[in-house]
């Protein structure tokens, strides 16, 4: 799937971002949250910077994932102004002194991965980290992914966590 991704058309990638990025405008569970839990997309992950910013711009409150630990992660606010650090992972993060919180009622949680299946479940990167913050957070979870990154079936194990909804540029799956 990591050599599917890298093969993408980079004018289909283009497009495919900014159409992830209105579904995911228009949901309702985005418009209905104060707190955005996001990620800052890398490499060929789905574009994030334009919801994040568009978030902002809505005055609506933007956490970022921090690693905290081995396969451990909480969330911190993110401004939009200040530099984000670097995580072990090189993923861009907040900086210690930055906020925490954790997503609650009405917040949206938008989830990476590389590939998800029409049920929610997703093929990450291995490390466990949003499938043990999932497990302990009862929000609405979106994932993102490009239409021709969908799988039929993502291999599951019983510690595996399905998301609310998937997002790609062609169509919203509700998954639960």
Known sequence: MRAR????????????????????LAL??????????????VGREPDTHAVIRAALDAGKEV???VI???GLMDFARYFGTEPL?????????PGADAPRALPEGTDLLLVPAVSFDPEGYRLGQGGGFYDRFLAKCRVFSAGLCREQM???QAPREAHDMGVDCVVTEARILRCR
């Open 68 to 70: 905290t630990g081995d």
């Open 5 to 24: 991704m890298r093969a993408l058309d980079a004018a289909y990638v283009e497009g495919s971002n900014a159409a992830i990025c209105a579904r995911l």
């Open 28 to 41: 309702p569970e985005y418009r209905a949250a104060g707190r955005i839990f996001a990620y800052f997309s």
């Open 63 to 65: 956490f970022l994932p």
């Open 150 to 152: 969908l799988c039929p």
């Open 85 to 93: 650090g670097e995580s072990a992972l090189h993923i861009p993060e």
